[in-house]
């Protein structure tokens, strides 16, 4: 497996061309200016309890919605 790390805008992160997208999110809320896409994704996995911005906290979402990578992979941070 190869693994590229990418730079992209946090606005514009739904439409990056990749196996997967790794969002890695720090803090207690979503950073302002987060893809709405993504954010919308991560709102989602956290209200239905599947996801939350505790450390060491992961999901993994196929063919998400709205995601050009096929895989969406968030991933948090903590504090």
Do not use: C, N, Y
């Amino acid at each position: 497996m190869d693994f590229k790390i990418q730079t992209a805008e946090l606005e514009a992160l739904a439409g990056v061309s990749a196996d997967a997208l790794v969002v890695v999110l720090a803090g207690e809320a979503l950073a302002a200016g987060l893809d709405t896409v993504v954010a919308r994704h991560a709102q989602a996995a956290i209200k239905l309890g599947d996801f939350t911005l505790k450390a060491g906290q992961a999901l993994t979402l196929m063919q998400a919605d709205g995601i050009k990578a096929p895989r969406l992979v968030l991933a948090a941070s903590g504090k």
